[in-house]
């Protein structure tokens, strides 16, 4: 989903400024939440895990060039099952940029669209939790269709900002037209396999029921809401 070098610049990199800085703050506000209830011991661990992640499936996973940009698996969704809408947010923002630091410094001028189209959604996906997973569910227990709403929400708010960066930057030429559906049809691939991954990470979870009070994951994981 990575913005590529030259689809937006010049003075029209002003955008992504705001942007970003809207999700980010919204993101830091989040987090002070988190750090208030639950310590802030717990957010970083859940951080640093979560940046592993998320530099891992930039790096290590499979990625392939389509259309105006790459389709990855970012498991936004899992994430959140996982570890919370806060960690999962510092892992997103903190892993793009040390991907951009250490391994793509020419993805930093883009990094306020990227981290736009990153967090943007997962804020989204925590709204649609809210709707779709009842209180009395614990995140383990979510069925296939909580997860693949949840999936949706994530991977088509990533295509949905790709496609406003692109026509932003190039505007609504056929030939851009033509590459942003191919990028959204190739993002299809990931909403009908994130959900299926999040079913086995959550089954495997269930193994792992001692970690039922520890720092690792999100109190949510395991318990319903009080």
Known sequence: MHIEPGVVDGAKLALSYVTATGAVGYAAKLAYDTMKHDGIA??????AITTALVLCFFQVFPHYPVGVSEVHLILGATLFLMFGAAPAA????????????????ADLPQYGMNVTTLLVPLLVVATVARRVIPANTAYKD??????????????????????????????????????????GAAYLTVI???????????AAAKTLHRFKDSRLFHSRLYSAEA
């Open 42 to 47: 717990p957010l970083a661990i859940r951080g």
């Open 192 to 202: 009908l396999i994130e959900p299926v991954l999040d079913m086995a990470i959550l």
């Open 142 to 183: 979510v069925s296939y269709g909580q997860a693949f709403a949840l999936s949706t929400a994530f991977q088509g708010g990533v295509v949905v900002w790709v496609a406003f960066w692109a026509l932003y930057g190039n505007g609504f030429a056929l030939d851009n037209i033509v590459q942003i559906s191919a990028f």
């Open 90 to 105: 510092l892992g997103l923002a903190l892993g793009l940029l040390t991907q951009g630091l250490l391994f793509a410094p």
